[in-house]
């Protein structure tokens, strides 16, 4: 309960961050080096002028007039010159109504008159989010992790349409899987992650298109489950493993009683066959390990095993029979 409280934290910090870091990027954006630069000049400028006309003019209403002017000249380069990224669009409002948009690249506004609430940014973006304790159509609780790729399409939509498109891309995808999981049995979501991810997109993508957003992709990260269902689970699985196991010995068996019966076929009209077969599983078994064979008496009277046994002993290798004492003669 701690780990998923501690992870429902850590989402909800970084959507703080990735709004703080947007709030710092838009303030930036109200000036920059360029406009900075020009205003310095302007400035610079307008002062030596100003102390040239100090010289050359006695009339002070035409120095503060210079000053005022070149003042005037500097603030406007300073708050009117924007500079849009390659992949950023600015929104721009006149006395409150959206008069277009600007970008990228350099561009001019009129001061106090227009204003740039946002800037959207056209790149694919990274929205990760989740779902917890969430019951699944067979009531059985789930955490469900998942990383969701979208880009804006339409600037003017995503600046107008919605208040902050970046959190409620963010709850529409959350609310879209909560919706999900709910309508899936656990095996489904367990097995059929493809089918979800699919599913997702479409889900979220009709959410968000009006707001001039599309949905890349979605993938499913991780699936939690309650540690005594995936026990009791991985003890399903080894069942299913051993009575596979204990099929698959089954029909071995019978496949080799089967082969056995066919054999059996073939040696009951052929008596010569079978006695061929026993006197050479007789010589590979004395071969291979040269031990004593224990052979019943049923056997040696019905297929002339007494016979085939002697032949056996004397196709042994030397060392199998044990040789007669060498006889000498005696000498008179």
């Known amino acids: 309960m ?26 930036a954006k109200m000036t920059n080096p360029v406009s900075w630069t020009l205003f310095t000049i302007v400035l610079t400028i307008t002062i030596v002028l100003a102390v040239g006309l100090s010289i050359w003019v006695d009339d002070p209403w035409v120095l503060v007039g210079a000053i005022i002017g070149g003042s005037l000249v500097a603030l406007y380069l300073l708050f009117a010159l924007k500079i849009a ?7 721009v409002l006149r006395f409150g109504r959206f008069r277009g948009l600007r970008g990228p690249g350099l561009f001019w506004i009129v001061p106090i008159v227009d204003a740039i609430p946002d800037w959207i940014d056209h790149r694919v973006m990274v ?64 097995v059929g992650r493809d089918k979800m991810d699919q599913a997702l997109q479409v889900i979220i993508d009709e959410r968000t298109e009006p707001w001039g957003v599309s949905v890349q992709s979605v993938e499913i990260r ?18 299913e493993r051993e009575r596979q196991a204990r099929v698959i010995l089954g029909e071995s068996e019978e496949q080799i009683a089967d082969s056995f019966r066919k054999a ?63 006889t000498t003669q005696k000498e008179e």
């Open 264 to 326: 059996s076929l073939a040696y009951r009209d052929n008596p010569t066959a079978l006695h061929l077969r026993a006197m050479n599983m007789l010589f590979e078994g004395l071969k291979e390990r040269g031990a004593l064979v224990i052979v019943p008496s049923s056997a040696v009277d019905t297929m002339n095993l007494g016979g085939m046994m002697g032949m056996a002993a004397l196709a042994q290798p030397q060392g199998g029979l044990i040789p007669a004492p060498p």
């Open 127 to 190: 929205t990760p989010f989740n779902a917890e304790k969430t019951l699944t159509k067979d009531t059985v609780p789930v955490d469900v992790d998942a990383v969701l790729f979208w880009l804006v399409w339409d600037a003017e939509k995503a600046a107008l349409e919605v208040e902050d498109y970046r959190t409620a891309i963010a709850w529409a995808a959350q609310t879209a899987l909560r919706d999900l999981i709910g309508k899936m049995q656990l095996a489904d979501i367990l």
């Open 85 to 91: 990224d390659q992949w950023e669009k600015a929104i």
């Open 222 to 239: 991780d699936i939690v489950i309650p540690a005594g269902l995936e026990d009791a689970m991985s003890r399903q699985a080894q069942a």
């Open 2 to 27: 701690a780990f998923m409280r501690s992870k429902r934290d850590n989402t909800e910090e970084q959507q703080d961050k990735q709004q703080d870091k947007q709030q710092a990027k838009q303030q």
